[in-house]
């Protein structure tokens, strides 16, 4: 068994970021992500919001160690969404109304196939500050899937 003294989930997500006290703001005041840890110095920060995990990583230009593996151009992550769970999603949703931000696809009621069953989800996405695509959703429960 690996060495993991903060108890970390085995896939965190990285994002880069233009700025890192932007996003920072946006995640902490916005969406009440907390702070796990941080590395001022690095433009670096461990996110968490019940139980999600994410890091953001500020973009250094002509940096001598660099992950990014071709042209970074906004919005970034297309082509992904991350899905975060959370048991407030209507207090959640209707915060992101008052405070003006823009909302990629509105609060919805989806009901997902797997197996023989669905599986309920209320779900809302919204765009950080660098495009990336954010799907919060809260579980409905299940139901026997409907045979066509």
């Not at 085995?10 to 702070?35: A, D, G, V």
């Not at 461990?46 to 994410?54: V, Y």
């Not at 230009?61 to 990014?68: A, T």
């Not at 609060?107 to 695509?133: C, H, T």
Request: hydrophobic share 40%.
């Amino acid at each position: 068994m690996p060495n993991n003294p903060l108890n970390l989930p085995q896939l965190i997500p990285e994002l880069y970021c233009t700025n890192i006290k932007e996003s920072l703001n946006f995640y902490i005041r916005t969406l009440s992500f907390s702070i796990a840890y941080q590395r001022e110095e690095d433009g670096f920060a461990m996110l968490e919001r019940q139980g999600s995990f994410l890091m953001l990583d500020e973009i250094v230009e002509n940096s001598k160690r660099s992950w990014v593996s071709g042209p970074l151009e906004k919005p970034f992550g297309r082509g992904i969404n991350f899905s975060i769970e959370t048991t407030e999603i209507d207090a959640l949703y209707e915060n992101l109304l008052y405070l003006n931000i823009p909302i990629f696809l509105p609060i919805e009621n989806k009901w997902y196939r797997a197996n023989d069953i669905e599986l309920g989800s209320r779900q809302f996405i919204v765009l950080d500050l660098d495009g990336y695509m954010l799907r919060f959703t809260q579980e409905l429960g299940q139901r026997p899937h409907a045979s066509n």
